[in-house]
């Protein structure tokens, strides 16, 4: 998929932006987004939570994705699948895991049973960007719109970022999928305003 102009200028800068939080204080912002992500009404009764492993610089999930392993929630996980995501749950995220596309964590090949979208209750993801509607950008793959359109109607959808990686507005095209709530360490923004929100990009701190 070719990249626009426009979202790659975008991406580059916010991925600096992003990498440039001190380790610190980037600690201590995903642990009060696991805190909210934790808090959130739309994931409060999901028994099928697809996720992420963190790579580099993302919001670090792994001790919420822990929780919910303990608390007998069905964590799933993806892996780059060509152009697709394929999804498997993981029970365990040390002997689950391995390195795969671009070194990000995968559930592990010899391990894994793939699952399908469709069975999903709800959906963690990262994004190099957000703005306050739920528009999100990538890293260029188009990989994330791709499974969207596979999941049940009324899943929500949760995107996960620091305060500083939102903008005004993320550019868009007509495969986009915008998410229903963007969590940062000192926020959660509704995209639709429902669950508390009146107004689309509500803030609710």
Same mark, same amino acid.
């Given at each position: 998929?070719?990249?626009?102009? =426009? ?29 909210? +992500? ?13 996720? @992420? ?56 090949? &010899? ?11 709800? +959906? /963690? ?8 509607? &739920?528009?999100?950008?990538? @890293? ?18 949760? &995107? ?9 507005? /993320? ?10 709530? +963007? /969590?940062?360490?000192?926020?959660? @923004?509704?995209?639709? &305003? ?10 609710? =701190?």
């Amino acid at each position: 998929m070719a990249d626009n102009p =426009t979202k790659a200028t975008l991406r580059a800068s916010l991925l600096t932006v992003r990498g440039a939080i001190p380790g610190p204080q980037r600690a201590a912002a995903a642990a009060e987004i696991r805190r909210r +992500v934790g808090e959130l009404p739309e994931l409060a009764d999901a028994r099928a939570v697809l996720a @992420y492993a963190a790579f580099g610089a993302e919001v670090d999930l792994d001790p919420w994705l822990q929780r919910l392993l303990d608390a007998g929630v069905g964590v799933f996980l993806p892996w780059v699948d060509g152009p697709s995501l394929g999804i498997a749950r993981v029970r365990d995220l040390a002997a689950d895991l391995a390195p795969g596309w671009r070194g990000v964590r995968e559930p592990r090949a &010899g391990r894994r049973r793939p699952a399908r979208p469709d069975r999903l209750e709800a +959906v /963690v993801t990262p994004g190099v960007a957000f703005d306050r509607t &739920g528009h999100r950008l990538g @890293y260029g793959g188009g990989h994330f719109d791709r499974l969207l359109a596979e999941l049940r109607p009324g899943v929500p959808v949760v &995107g996960v970022a620091f305060e500083r990686q939102l903008v005004d507005a /993320v550019p868009t095209e007509p495969h986009d999928r915008r998410v229903d709530v +963007v /969590v940062t360490e000192e926020a959660v @923004y509704r995209a639709g &305003g429902g669950a508390g929100g009146n107004d689309p990009g509500s803030r609710h =701190t």
